[in-house]
């Protein structure tokens, strides 16, 4: 891929505001898509996220009466994700979330796992000084950099998404309750994506020089 072919992609994304309806993505370019979140890397490799993907058409409407930032992508969309973060609780050192993910997904060995806890630990300790808050923002943070992956994916097969954070979180929490998808102790309520094919040409992008931004340490 040359650097005209990336610069072409990354020029290509933009936040969707209302999509084809007639349009939908197929089967195997979404799969990628959500591969995209899947090998996404975290921090410490904790894979602190949960991606639910919302096709029934009753309960987008739904929940696009409480998202004033997803009026018109929400039901126009092709695809809607909504991105969940583990509760600080979940990502502890001694939780049953963190031990399963060393002995069964990572096949650790018993001395590696007590070390990896080990290691968690201090980080609990010494940069989280043990604040729940802290930990709920370090978890949300890993989940932003799936989404990021997701809509880059996207952007490279020509298929639009638009990232909200515009709702209200206690409605779509309800909602997601209602509906048993979701369980406020191990899940926090992060981020939507809406994923289509744009029905609008977007405007050219504005972005600040790369000498506003880089700052070259030699």
């Known amino acids: 891929m040359t650097h005209e072919q990336i610069l072409e992609i990354l020029n290509f994304r933009h936040a969707c505001k209302e999509f084809d309806s007639s349009k939908k993505i197929s089967d195997?370019?979404?799969?990628?898509?959500?591969?995209?979140g899947q090998l996404s890397p975290?921090?410490?490799?904790?894979?602190?996220?949960?991606?639910?993907?919302?096709?029934?058409e009753s309960l987008r409407e739904e929940l696009a009466t409480v998202s004033w930032g997803?009026?018109?992508q929400i039901?126009?969309?092709?695809?809607?994700?909504?991105?969940?973060?583990?509760?600080?609780?979940?990502?502890?050192?001694?939780?049953?979330?963190i031990h399963h993910l060393l002995t069964d997904v990572k096949q650790m060995p018993q001395e590696a796992i007590e070390n990896?806890?080990?290691?968690?630990?201090?980080i609990e300790d010494t940069r989280?000084?043990?604040?729940?808050?802290?930990?709920?923002?370090?978890?949300?943070?890993?989940?932003?950099i799936a989404a990021a992956n997701m809509m880059t994916v996207s952007a490279m097969q020509?298929?639009?998404?638009?990232?909200?954070?515009?709702y209200d979180q206690e409605a779509v929490?309800?909602?997601?309750?209602?509906?048993?998808?979701?369980?406020?102790?191990?899940f926090y309520l992060t981020l939507m994506i809406a994923f289509g094919y744009r029905i609008n040409e977007p405007t050219p992008k504005t972005r600040q020089s790369l000498n506003d931004l880089v700052v070259w340490v030699k």
């Open 116 to 122: 990896f806890k080990g290691v968690i630990k201090m």
């Open 28 to 36: 195997s370019d979404f799969e990628i898509i959500l591969k995209g």
């Open 75 to 97: 039901p126009s969309c092709s695809h809607l994700v909504i991105l969940l973060s583990r509760m600080p609780k979940e990502l502890k050192h001694d939780s049953s979330y």
């Open 173 to 186: 929490e309800e909602i997601l309750i209602k509906h048993n998808l979701l369980n406020k102790d191990e």
């Open 128 to 144: 989280f000084q043990n604040n729940e808050q802290a930990l709920l923002n370090y978890s949300c943070l890993q989940t932003y």
């Open 42 to 56: 975290s921090s410490m490799g904790i894979e602190p996220w949960k991606f639910l993907v919302i096709q029934n």
């Open 70 to 72: 997803g009026k018109k």
């Open 158 to 166: 020509q298929i639009d998404s638009c990232a909200m954070g515009g």
